[in-house]
């Protein structure tokens, strides 16, 4: 071997590790810890391509588990974690970066959803609750978006206190529209709300600042409310005569129908 190839092996042997596959820059041997999002199955190439169509979140990075064919989406990149954890037993996995020409630049234009909850009532006590609601945002192309909660009293609701739980930004131009919002009890500390609505908000192209819509809207009138607990006794003594049909640890608005008990 002459002196030039051997230079040339030499520096080889001490470049980085990670290589460029189709807009990804890979990692072997490598994995973000602890800011995964989403699990994916159906090999490399469908990793690929749901980080390249991810909506409910910008997909910067995926850990690939090379035992398996599964990975892990990320909204986060090794740069934003502080570096990637290298000291798996076995070696399985290796992490995927988008490259900044496949990242492309961040749009301005989004969708969101908030679930709205009326929860006073002059009449009643402790309608809050110190523990969060699950919330579920899905779509009519059967999309799930985890809500955030924005807002929600721990004891008694005052007047003008709402409970707001808010959907991840959603890319547009996008043709899918909201379809239900599932609500779930996460303890026994009961919640009481009524007139529940989904407020929908469009921001940019083909609108100029926001667009707001309220494509969902329940009230089971009359005073009465809906009871979220784990524990279906807790409309007893002095909530019973504010409670539509008992408390429940899950319910379904439905768009364009009425509010399901489960």
Not at 104 to 131: F, H, Q, V, W
Not at 139 to 167: A, D, H
């Amino acid at each position: 071997m002459n002196s030039r190839l051997k230079l040339f092996c030499a520096l080889l042997c001490v470049l980085p590790l990670a290589s460029v596959h189709a807009g990804y820059s890979l990692t072997p041997n490598a994995a973000i810890s602890g800011h995964n999002k989403k699990k994916i199955s159906g090999g490399l190439d469908a990793c690929k391509k749901a980080c390249d169509s991810e909506r409910s979140f910008v997909c910067k990075s995926f850990d690939y588990d090379k035992r398996n064919g599964t990975c892990d989406l990320s909204d986060k990149s090794a740069q934003d974690v502080g570096g990637l954890k290298t000291n798996y037993e076995g070696n399985p996995y290796d992490h995927y970066a988008k490259t900044s020409a496949a990242r492309g630049p961040m749009t301005a234009n989004y969708r969101a959803y908030e679930l709205i909850m009326d929860c006073y009532n002059a009449s009643m006590r402790n309608t809050g609750s110190k523990n969060s609601l699950g919330v579920v945002f899905v779509t009519s192309s059967g999309q799930s978006y985890q809500g955030r909660k924005i807002m929600q009293p721990s004891e008694t609701c005052s007047q003008g206190n709402k409970i707001v739980y808010r959907s991840p930004q959603i890319a547009l131009p996008n043709q899918d529209t909201i379809s239900k919002v599932v609500v779930s009890a996460t303890g026994q500390d009961a919640l009481w709300a009524n007139k529940v609505q989904i407020h929908q908000y469009d921001k940019g192209a083909p609108n100029t600042g926001f667009k707001h819509l309220i494509p969902g809207n329940w009230d089971t009138g009359h005073g009465k409310g809906y009871c979220l607990s784990l524990d279906r006794g807790d409309n007893r003594d002095a909530w019973t005569a504010y409670v539509a049909g008992g408390c429940t640890p899950k319910m379904t608005f439905q768009i364009g129908r009425g509010a399901k008990a489960h």
